[in-house]
């Protein structure tokens, strides 16, 4: 099962992404934190998720599961990577 991981684009959007993963039938993954270089003092949300899907899938998925309530999680699928580091 091929492991895929994402992060938050601002910070304080990790406690909506659980809401996300949940509409997308996801229930078990990790959750970390990540420092932006330039902004190191900036913490940022990462989470890293399995699926049966392929990543194209599974970004198409992420895509269509945000909604108005987690509408601040629109971009979350452009970081979307295969493995267990976010694309920046």
Do not use: N
């Not at 659980?18 to 330039?38: C, F, H, K, N, W």
Request: proline share 6%; aromatic share 10%; hydrophobic share 40%.
């Amino acid at each position: 099962m091929p492991t895929f991981t994402f992060r938050c684009e601002i910070p304080g959007d990790d406690k909506h992404v659980p809401r996300l993963l949940a509409q997308m039938g996801i229930t078990d993954y990790v959750e970390s934190e990540i420092s932006e270089a330039t902004f190191p003092r900036i913490k940022l949300g990462v989470f890293t998720v399995q699926s049966d899907l392929d990543l194209v899938a599974f970004k198409a998925q992420m895509e269509s599961a945000v909604d108005d309530s987690v509408y601040d999680l629109h971009r979350c699928y452009q970081t979307l990577a295969e493995g267990d580091k976010p694309s920046w």
